[in-house]
Nanobody, 121 residues
């Protein structure tokens, strides 16, 4: 019954900005890790950024200095602020979360449906 819903994608010019949001809902005990991935037809799905429940963050090298990941634990929501966007950032961006649905149960990985980001003049 867990669902991840992304929003905030769209068309933006090179150098512009977008902020993506992903909200998790359903039966949730904890979400140790939330992350963003992206995928194009030419490339396999790749990690963009990840963040743990205590605020530990990692970014893919190509995104460092341009993208910022954050989360609101009270809302079970993760954000991705994307600045200085480049045409090569064009992709479908997917929300990912490792979620414990009930205390004592193992983690499972959940995926959102994806949101399209297009960077073009």
């Amino acid at each position: 019954q867990v669902e991840l819903v992304e929003s905030g994608g769209g068309l933006v010019q090179p150098g512009g900005s977008l902020r993506l949001s992903c909200a998790a809902s359903g039966q949730i005990f904890s979400i140790p890790v939330m992350a963003w991935y992206r995928q194009t037809p030419r490339k396999e799905r790749e990690l963009v950024a990840g963040i743990t429940s205590n605020g530990s963050i990692n970014y893919a090298d190509s995104m460092k200095g341009r993208f910022t990941i954050s989360r609101d634990n009270a809302k079970n929501t993760v954000y991705l602020q994307m600045n200085s966007l480049k045409p090569e950032d064009t992709a479908v961006y997917y929300c990912n979360a490792q979620i414990v649905t009930r205390i004592g149960r193992p983690l499972f990985t959940y995926w959102g449906q994806g949101t399209q980001v297009t960077v073009s003049s």
